[in-house]
């Protein structure tokens, strides 16, 4: 910029217009791009609606969003004092869960698309009355910082729409955006619903979202979005986007789809920044929230005992490096030895997996399932009578709370010593890993490493993804060992697109069984 302004003659130009043309062309510098920025996220506790089934009235419905706002506002604005550009809230943030078609509807309003040129706060009455997206816009304008938040969106329709509801109007669980000047810039209304999501409507059409900032481009989606092509995919495969924004409502269900985890991992896969907020609720294994770049988790919370929120900032690349991976490269080359009779099923998440026992200290062990095979190298630190690990393959068709086609490598740690626990959910171990290796024969590109220690906690800095396609240690953990995974996703192979949902149709037992343990992931 320096040169531009040497080259301007100064003596011809009003002192005020000089003033204001040396402004413009600073701004006009300022905005061209940033190499970094400083992102938030906002772990939310959520005030809850009373559980009753009759809809509260309009006021009723505000009152509870604004005490959820009054909490997002001192987390907003805490954020902004210490330099970040934009702050995600969690997917059901403002008016909390549990809620059916009907009362739902007084905390819906009309939001309008970002076409529209819209700064609620400048103009509240332009779309009708909406104090939510009031309040949002001035908190973003206020402390000129980008606000990523979870509302619903009501839309009329008729019976000229064949598919209008019989209320006569479309409900959408939203994502909006609003910029440090307060203006809407985003709108996203959730593709894949949650079994259990009855309250809202599926979009007509996949919405791929996505705007322009000084630190790069953003796209966006919600909670069980992340388990499916599009939106998600789409957004960084063909639409190229540097950062995700992922407003969730996320409960723990280990041991390869923890929050903190399985999103770490996919921002891995991927090659983008992600910022995942979700609530929090101990009580129903909702926590997990986090900064992540494509090579190590930047900062993240996992909380089971306290019932406060929790913000987290921190600094990342505006437009961050994409590495290649050959995902079967190295694998490939292995030869695959029969597991025999060393080899047993076990059950990880309802899906029927095959495991070999991890019986040294140190060893090689190969197992198959189809045609995904899985090869380990690990060292130990010890090897303790009162702890069994595994290295397990699954390749099929998971039908649980969504249909979704899964190639999954695994060493994790066994739930007791009785090789039939092998993948129940455990959050402790006691045994440290000094090396490990893993890859598999993976028939898809999209591929996501997770590394889980004990208590839940990630390992940011301790490995690495070769280009060859290993999870590869790059020093012994920290703490023991719950799980090494390469989870991959073979998104031609999904018989439906999205979840199903929970129906009169399903077998009672059926219901009760994924009902009790599966609800929800995004509850």
């Given at each position: 910029m320096s040169w531009f302004l040497e080259s301007l003659d100064f003596s011809m130009i009003p002192s005020q217009l000089f003033v204001s043309a040396a402004f413009s062309v600073f701004c006009v510098a300022k905005v061209i791009s940033l190499d970094t920025f400083i992102a938030a996220v906002y772990e939310h506790?959520?005030?809850?609606?009373n559980a009753i089934p009759t809809p509260v009235s309009p006021e009723e419905a505000l009152a509870l969003m604004n005490r959820n706002l009054d909490l997002l506002e001192g987390a907003i604005t805490a954020a902004a004092k210490q330099g970040a550009h934009i702050i995600v809230t969690p997917e059901d943030g403002i008016y909390g869960v549990n809620f059916t078609r009907d009362s739902i509807y007084p905390y819906l309003e009309d939001i309008p698309g970002p076409q529209v040129n819209w700064i609620p706060c400048d103009n509240p009455n332009r779309f009708g009355h909406t104090p939510v997206q009031e309040r949002l816009s001035c908190l973003a304008k206020d402390n000129a910082i980008y606000v990523v938040a979870n509302i619903g969106d009501k839309k009329p329709c008729n019976s000229s729409d064949p598919q209008c509801p019989p209320h006569g109007r479309y409900q959408y669980n939203t994502n909006v955006v609003f910029d440090s000047q307060g203006k809407l810039v985003a709108r996203y209304h959730k593709q894949n619903l949650f079994m259990g999501e009855e309250q809202f409507d599926t979009p007509k059409e996949v919405e791929i979202v996505t705007f322009d900032t000084a630190f790069g481009k953003f796209g966006i989606f919600t909670c069980f979005d992340i388990l499916f092509h599009d939106p998600a995919v789409t957004l960084v495969k063909d639409f190229h986007v540097n950062t995700i924004l992922f407003p969730a409502a996320w409960m723990n269900v280990l041991p390869h789809l923890s929050a903190i985890e399985f999103h770490s991992a996919w921002a891995m896969g991927m090659g983008v920044n992600f910022l995942a907020s979700n609530l929090h609720n101990p009580l129903k294994r909702m926590t997990g929230s986090g900064i992540y770049a494509p090579d190590f988790p930047r900062r993240f919370h996992y909380d089971m005992k306290t019932k406060e929120g929790k913000l987290l900032l921190s600094q990342l690349d505006s437009r961050p490096y994409r590495p290649t991976v050959n995902w079967t490269s190295y694998a490939s080359g292995i030869e695959a030895l029969p597991t025999g009779s060393q080899g047993f099923k076990g059950t990880v998440f309802f899906d029927e997996y095959i495991f070999v026992e991890l019986k040294g200290i140190t060893g090689n062990y190969?197992?198959?399932?189809?045609?995904?095979?899985?090869?380990?190298?690990?060292?130990?630190s010890e090897k303790r009578?009162?702890?069994?690990?595994?290295?397990?393959?699954?390749?099929?068709?998971?039908?649980?709370?969504?249909?979704y086609y899964l190639q999954?490598?695994?060493?994790?740690?066994?739930?007791?010593?009785?090789?039939?626990?092998?993948?129940?959910s455990v959050d402790t171990a006691a045994t440290r890993f000094e090396a490990f290796s893993l890859s598999g024969t993976f028939g898809t590109q999209y591929v996501f490493p997770e590394v889980l220690l004990s208590e839940v906690q990630l390992a940011p800095g301790e490995?690495?993804?070769?280009?060859?396609?290993?999870?590869?240690?790059?020093?012994?953990?920290?703490?023991?060992?719950?799980?090494?995974?390469?989870f991959g996703r073979l998104y031609d192979k999904d018989e439906t697109n999205g979840s199903p949902r929970l129906t009169a149709a399903m077998p009672r037992v059926l219901l009760m069984v994924i009902t009790s343990v599966v609800y929800s992931l995004c509850w």
């Open positions: 506790a959520v005030i809850l609606p190969t197992v198959c399932q189809k045609d995904l095979c899985c090869h380990l190298s690990y060292q130990m009578s009162d702890e069994v690990y595994a290295l397990g393959a699954f390749d099929g068709l998971h039908t649980a709370e969504g249909c999954i490598c695994t060493l994790l740690k066994c739930k007791t010593t009785d090789l039939k626990s092998c993948g129940g490995f690495q993804v070769t280009s060859d396609g290993r999870l590869l240690s790059l020093r012994p953990t920290s703490r023991p060992v719950l799980t090494v995974t390469l």
